[in-house]
């Protein structure tokens, strides 16, 4: 062979390993045909192969390191008619490759394996559940419409302490350590006051992720848990929307397109506007004389004047949309609340808020880029009868960027993160001293997070630096995440990581009911020692709020129906800052002699929660079945004694059955049934005669005093067991193409059972919860 025929060689077969080892890209989005929503969490893959990925929450999916060739790409979505179309792979090109899905003529009574089974097995998932509107409309809807808030209290982990005022505590952490996010934007209260409906309306949501601990360096600033709540952009194909109204309130969503989305070629724009009151303080009104029947019966504590609360929401969003898939959108909210007491007491909150964010799909790199600036403000203010001054208010802005880069099953994501708070808080307390702080804060964060897929095992590490200027305090926060496939249904997990914030409550943990809902930056003048259970004192050093999180877990497929999914966890709350009770001198120099426990505004606590969590789910096309139950234990030190804070509940148990019948499944009838420990409280050791000593005239002998409590020992009771049953039975009317009718009957507390919200300790008199009560709701679809 003479030399040419010998380089011809040579470059014959390198050619042929190019053509060999090249591997190419298809990315793009998933779209519903009939509105242009993005497709969430469902499966694309090629056919005939084991290469896929599934669609984020933007409907985004990308396929990498695809060989040289010709395939069909597919798509498959329960409910939907499968989706093909041929592509040629050339090289180490990208293509991009949108797909469009149209809901099934006919719907099959099978079961189909979603992306959600796919991604078990490639991402550790550790501690989150990926909520959709179909889940929140599948729970019992109080008043009508179904609602976040509602669908919240029956997750694993989550504690919920009543029906009016209630709040969500989640594995040990207050609500001030749990971080709310709307379309990248930080939301400060996102529950009302009466603690069954949320700020969100569960029509323009397209997805929900819940972490209830060990969540990866991508989130920060909070200790406990994070909420990622992601809205739709609008119908891009038509006008539509929705009006409904019920016993409590009423809605109106409006959507559709500015520039109509089209399959081939060109952008698109779409805007969508929710707006949701209710009349509560009105339409109980109707129900007094079915109250008043009701206390004439023993339930004693009903209020027969109606229900004082109310609340306004209102949300909007513009969508701009590339021929690509990037797309930029443009959104803003104002909410408020008010609560009016009869004996003159009013509460009440304002927030608003808006913002951008975007998604970049790059023409020629691998890499997909997401953005967000937003501002949110949010005031609450009390007015009482004395005229103390009583508000708080807080505001800012958070801006950053994510970028992730994908290869096979393995990702990469990098970013960063700004964020510049106010706070302005006044308060006065029961012996008329005053705690105030006005404060500017700016935090600064960035992170990064691999995810790598080796054979059967899954490794999810990931590290944040968070620097907190106000405090110039940096916190190095790594974090790690693991999975491992024992066999396709059974997989082992694992996850672990620090956590700081600096923003905490201008509530105690202590506080049994407490509407006033108000935020403070860390103070910077805490005390600068902390006696310790054991009696060692230890040097306060930090001014973060600081946790370390533990958990290990176990899923089970037992079938394509079945999954179990467990998992024991551990919190340790290193250093928590909370609103100092016991503050009775003023911090300055007269007082210098007194313990800081007596005078500092604020104090420095630990704390302990753990426990396990067990979650049985049962799905089918029509019916769903859910029970989960959850073990747990709280603590709290604050230097001087060892606490249960009054949202340690030992035992929870949640049963969610949902069932779709009838010839064309128009019928839909939900039930949930919820049975919890009873909170702990301070019990009544008895009552004295009390003194104040004002004038050295004062005879104890002669003049009537003030009627005292003797109380016992911090949060050694325990109340009663709580336990309530919700049904709802829905019916829809199909009038029209485009054009659907639904009615909805729900029952509250079906069988009456009196569970305590709290004692007066002067009269004895008991304060229940809501007692049995029916609605009606109606929703028209358009």
Request: charged share 20%; aromatic share 14%.
């Amino acid at each position: 062979m003479n030399f040419w025929n010998k380089i011809l060689v040579v470059i014959v077969l390198l050619m042929a390993s190019v053509s060999v080892f090249a591997q190419g890209t298809v990315r793009g989005f998933v779209y519903d045909e009939k509105t242009g929503e993005p497709v969430i969490f469902t499966n694309v893959f090629l056919k005939g192969t084991t290469i896929g990925a599934a669609t984020d929450v933007n409907g985004f999916y990308s396929i990498t390191k695809i060989p040289a060739g010709s395939y069909t790409l597919m798509v498959t979505y329960l409910g939907y008619d499968t989706a093909q179309v041929n592509i040629t792979i050339k090289g180490n090109e990208i293509l991009s490759q949108k797909l469009f899905i149209k809901e099934a003529m006919v719907q099959m009574e099978t079961f189909q394996l979603s992306a959600e089974k796919s991604e078990a097995v490639t991402e550790v998932k550790m501690s989150v559940s990926k909520v959709t509107p179909k889940e929140i409309k599948s729970m019992p809807s109080i008043g009508g419409d179904p609602d976040l808030a509602q669908y919240l209290q029956v997750l694993p982990g989550v504690t919920f302490t009543g029906d009016q005022g209630g709040q969500l505590y989640i594995r040990g952490g207050s609500p001030i350590q749990n971080k709310v996010l709307l379309d990248g934007m930080i939301i400060y209260n996102p529950f009302h006051s009466i603690g069954l409906f949320s700020v969100f309306d569960t029509d323009i949501m397209r997805n929900a992720d819940v972490y209830t601990g060990g969540f990866s360096a991508q989130y920060g600033g909070r200790v406990s848990s994070i909420m990622d709540i992601t809205t739709r952009d609008g119908n891009k194909k038509r006008l539509s929307g929705k009006l409904s109204a019920s016993t409590f309130g009423g809605k109106l969503l409006l959507e559709g397109p500015i520039k109509k989305a089209k399959e081939v070629g060109g952008g698109s724009s779409s805007f969508v506007v929710s707006a949701k009151h209710s009349y509560l303080e009105q339409s109980s009104s109707m129900y007094k004389s079915y109250f008043q029947n009701l206390e004439s019966k023993n339930a004693r504590g009903i209020d027969t004047t109606g229900l004082p609360y109310g609340f306004t929401d209102i949300y909007a969003k513009l969508s701009l949309n590339g021929e690509n898939g990037s797309k930029v959108n443009f959104f803003g909210f104002n909410f408020k609340d008010r609560v009016n007491f009869s004996d003159a007491s009013k509460i009440q909150w304002d927030s608003y808020g808006g913002g951008s964010n975007f998604v970049l799909i790059p023409g020629s790199a691998k890499t997909l880029i997401e953005g967000v600036f937003a501002y949110s403000k949010y005031r609450i203010e009390m007015i009482e009868a004395d005229g103390k001054p009583r508000n708080s208010e807080v505001g800012g802005f958070n801006g950053g960027m994510t970028f992730t880069s994908f290869s096979g099953d393995n990702e990469f994501k990098y970013g960063f993160e700004v964020l510049g708070m106010s706070t302005d808080y006044q308060f006065t307390n029961d012996v008329d001293l005053i705690i105030q702080q006005k404060q500017n804060t700016t935090e600064i964060n960035g992170f990064m997070l691999f995810r790598w897929n080796i054979g059967k095992l899954v490794l999810e590490p990931s590290f944040r630096g968070q620097y907190y200027a106000s405090l110039s305090e940096f916190s190095p926060e790594p974090r790690l995440g693991i999975k491992y496939n024992i066999t396709d249904w059974w997989r082992v997990k694992a996850a672990t990581g620090l956590y700081s914030q600096n923003l905490i409550s201008a509530n105690s943990d202590k506080d049994v009911v407490n509407l006033f809902y108000g935020f403070l930056s860390g103070p910077d003048n805490l005390q600068s020692e902390l006696t310790n259970k054991d009696g060692s004192v230890q040097e306060v050093t930090s001014k973060l709020q600081k946790a370390r999180h533990a958990i290990f877990g176990f899923e089970f497929d037992l079938n394509k129906y079945i999954t179990l999914n467990t998992e024991g966890y551990y919190k340790k709350f290193n250093q928590l800052t909370n609103t100092n009770r016991n503050k009775i001198y003023p911090d300055d120099g007269e007082f210098s002699d007194q313990p800081d426990v007596l005078k500092k505004d604020f104090i420095v606590e630990t704390g302990d929660a753990y426990g396990v969590d067990f979650s049985l789910k049962y799905s089918s096309t029509r019916l769903n079945v859910w029970t989960i139950y959850s073990l747990s234990k709280v603590l709290r030190w604050d230097g001087l004694q060892e606490y249960y804070p009054v949202f340690d509940r030992r035992h929870n148990v949640n049963v969610v059955i949902g069932y779709i019948f009838g010839k064309d499944m128009n019928w839909e009838f939900d039930a949930r049934w919820n049975l919890g420990s009873g909170f702990p409280f301070t019990q009544t050791q008895g009552f004295y005669e009390g003194f104040n000593f004002s004038s050295i005239s004062q005879d104890p002998t002669t003049d009537n005093g003030n009627l005292e409590i003797a109380y016992a020992e911090l949060n050694k009771g325990r109340l009663p067991y709580y336990h309530r049953l919700d049904l709802t039975l829905k019916r829809k009317f199909v009038l029209g193409k485009n054009t659907e009718l639904e009615l909805t009957g729900s029952v509250t507390n079906v069988y009456n059972r009196e569970n305590i919200f709290y004692l007066d300790r002067v009269t004895d008199q008991r304060i229940y919860q809501l007692p049995i009560l029916p609605s009606f709701g109606m929703s028209f679809t358009f």
